[in-house]
């Protein structure tokens, strides 16, 4: 890499992120991009947060001084009641129990730091969120997959996975990380019964469940199912981890893990040499956007606006492509649809569409290299993430329409 | 640990930081505190910073959504122009050498993620900042300590260190980490001739040097010294960081730091899995405070207090300190003064200290264990660090004369 510089294995392994490079692609005059998972920031409740900075005149001097690791406490208080509401967990978590983070990324960083050693072996569903893989990658991970359908992770095929990871690396797996709720990429929710049955396989093979949940507020049509960690009770094996990121704005980096004391005490141990803790001044304004009530109107106001976009979406899919073309089930929540482009390759799709001037992430982005895989490899070659939030309903109409276009102009066998 | 979780071999020994665990016990009514090393909360901008929140009504949708990596472009712009200053490194960093993290801390967390393999050795500074023991210690490294004295790094001490190093563990050290003006805890400064030595002998044998600034605009008295990394000139050996934390408020948790192209680039790559970006809401908030020149004038100010506040510890601890009992040099900024103990351990002392509701930090914390010590190993358990700018003068006088109590109590041989 450079005769100066000695990087780390790490370091000289580390690609730089495809959705990263691919987000460069995109960046010009009429595109239309479905690609970022971002929120819609004409949604943005940009008044009524500003409108919270008087906390940063009132509570300055605490403010502006260095936090506790565990979080800031108007806001660990705001947390607590947050995650009382049946929606969320249905109980008050124990003091011990809650960490603030930066990020849920950070989340899954720090818990990959605790738990994991070079080699170590975690399931995650195949698709899944690419910043995870890149979190417990940094902690030396890899990565056995499980197959989705509709209704989630095959929660059936877990026994037979752990079987074979421990016969191909002699050890079992350390870790299930699950985006059960309107997961990313694919916008599935794992069914009630899968919930329970992967709650038993996971006391059965004793591997905590890391449950990252932070569309699960976001659910526009559908009966809620309750959260992972509000099925376990007491026990301690769910990780549970949410974030303000899509309920109220990327730009505060503040989320928190509810889980065991012990784990959080070595999640704190490992962020006071990463961070030391999150930015006092945002989780103030957050603390003050929350103590004012206004989480939840917002929260009624963009649930209303991305149920209009995803059903824009769902309307142009099926008006503009043909059924030969593309399957997909339409999301009841979350940011996403996940098409299933039959028989294409969605890297060859893809560069086709930015000439049209539309954009999505390929399949593959959401799965491990196979290099990295343990026990039966899966990719996700035929498929394409399409976010919802982040365009304007005439631009998701006339995306989809270019998305057509692109879909049968394109060569079926590349 | 326990047997559900099976933490990482790092978990496993990763034990509290003894400097958190030691404010737990000084957290009572009556305590002066010079343990913690804190910026004087009044002295914090709160008013100012305050009016600065207007940034988030009007560029809310930029400010609420995620941000890149390499920083928020208005802060990017502020810190090329801060960096330019004679103060600083007296010249603009090009585009690629800039990255913002979230405090300094993550600075180094990254460049260990990005150029150390566990059991790499790092040459530290004895004594040295606990915090970079902690996160280098994450990425798995093992220390070389090389002596100070009232001029910071004894440099011409480093060959035969980097001897021993390759003796004992048979590879080079990786990286030399510096505080070298106003050091935490010994507040020394790094005499210029040591800096160009402490440059040759890096050339020399390729080890990269990170010289860590937090403290280098608080000079009160005494000539300024250029930076290393300005002296360095086109060199790509030295990566420089800073941070907001000590020239505004450490509750922002903004940092940058300076360095070649190909580092930043690597960092960026671990901190996409790390925290995937700092927040925007606060980048954009100092953006705002430093648009409005308000950071200069709030300099002048915080020197002109923190002078005080270290001379009239300098006259405390004259006035009541016996010369048998300690010797220190008086520091020309920062934060802290370095006391040896003249023949007593600084724990023992400690603990006498907290009875007379008196609290320091023990030398012993700013040294690596002694097994994790590569070479001749150092340890301080004579030495005591003692922040100035925390307390207010009152406290300090008296803060000094129940330390002057202690000394002379104490049994001098426990």
């Known amino acids: 890499m450079d005769s100066l510089f000695r990087f780390s294995a790490l370091a000289e392994k580390m690609q730089p992120s495809p959705i990263r490079e691919l987000f460069k692609m995109i960046q010009r005059p009429g595109m239309i991009s479905f690609a970022g ?51 969320a967990l249905g109980y008050r978590p124990g003091a011990e129990e809650l960490l603030i983070t930066s990020g849920s990324q950070q989340a899954v960083d720090l818990v ?29 991970a890899r990565f056995a997959t499980i197959k ?16 074979a990871v421990e016969r191909e690396s002699g050890q079992r797996p350390k870790l299930i990380y699950s985006i059960p709720t309107f997961s990313n990429p694919s916008g599935a929710c794992l069914s009630l019964g899968r919930r329970q049955r992967l709650l ?13 949940d932070p569309y699960g507020r976001l659910r526009f049509s559908g009966e809620a199912i ?83 976009k995803s059903s824009a979406m ?7 492509i043909a059924s030969e073309s593309a399957e997909w089930h339409e999301p009841e929540g979350g940011f996403f649809f996940w098409l299933h482009l039959l028989g294409r390759n969605s890297d060859e799709v893809f560069h086709r569409a930015i000439e049209e ?24 070659s035929q498929y394409a993430r399409l976010c919802f939030t982040f365009a304007n309903s005439n631009q998701i109409t006339e995306g989809c329409q270019r998305l057509a276009r692109v879909l049968v102009q394109g060569d079926k066998n590349p």
């Open 200 to 212: 038993e396989i996971a006391t059965k093979f004793n591997i905590p469940i890391f449950e990252d």
């Open 314 to 320: 769902q309307k142009a899919l099926v008006e503009f």
């Open 37 to 87: 998972g971002l929120p819609d920031p004409a949604a943005f409740p940009v008044s009524a947060f500003a409108s919270c900075a008087n906390v940063l005149e009132r509570d300055g001097t605490k403010v502006l001084q260095y936090g506790a690791s565990e979080g800031y406490e108007p806001l660990r208080a705001a947390l607590f009641d947050l995650m009382q509401k049946p929606q």
């Open 357 to 380: 001037n539309i954009a999505f992430v390929p399949g593959h982005s959401f799965y491990p290299d196979h290099d990295e895989q343990v026990g039966p490899t899966n990719e996700g």
């Open 148 to 163: 989705c359908d509709g209704d989630g992770m095959c929660v059936e095929a877990l026994p037979e996975l752990i079987a």
């Open 226 to 308: 309750p959260s992972i960690k509000s099925i376990a009770g007491d026990s301690p094996l769910v990780i549970y981890a949410s974030s303000f990121s899509k309920i109220l704005a990327p730009g505060v980096r503040v989320a928190w893990t509810v889980a065991d004391p012990k784990l959080i005490r070595s999640m704190v141990m490992m962020r006071q040499g990463e961070d030391l803790c999150t930015s006092t001044v945002t989780q103030a304004l957050v603390a003050e956007y929350c103590a004012k009530g206004l989480l939840e109107s917002h929260l009624e106001h963009i649930i209303s606006v991305y149920q209009t």
């Open 112 to 140: 990959g730091r605790a738990l994991l050693d070079p080699g170590d072996v975690v399931i995650v569903e195949a698709p899944t969120y690419p910043g995870t893989l890149h979190s417990l990658r940094n902690a030396g």
